[in-house]
Nanobody, 114 residues
């Protein structure tokens, strides 16, 4: 099982980024996949989740600005981030628990700054 996250970068406040999480070793359609972020000196925060049925959930801090989605035939989960704020600056990880074992992608840095 592997999760490969990408798409981070430097963006100005109000800008957009799309993160990708390519999964291998399991089907994203069969497991819950989440995006989690961690900013320096802060606790890890669950940002968005997509369930096996495709239902989604978001933290209150990103609701209305971020959208999690998946492309089954590419076995990939995305995080579309709009109206970015400096407080969204963090390392973003994708995560899934497969057969009772948690797996994490390597993280991708998102920096929101003018």
């Amino acid at each position: 099982v592997q999760l490969q996250a990408s798409g981070g970068g430097l963006v100005q406040p109000g800008g957009s980024l799309r993160l990708s999480c390519v999964a291998s070793g399991f089907a994203v359609s069969n497991y819950v996949v989440s995006w989690v972020r961690q900013a320096p000196g802060k606790e890890r925060e669950l940002v968005a989740t997509v369930s096996r049925t495709g239902s989604t959930d978001y933290s209150s801090s990103v609701k209305g600005r971020f959208t999690i989605s998946r492309e089954i035939d590419k076995n990939t989960v995305y995080l579309q981030m709009n109206s970015l704020k400096p407080e969204d600056t963090a390392v973003y990880y994708c995560n899934s628990q497969v057969r009772f074992v948690p797996y994490w992608g390597q993280g991708t840095q998102v920096t929101v700054s003018s």
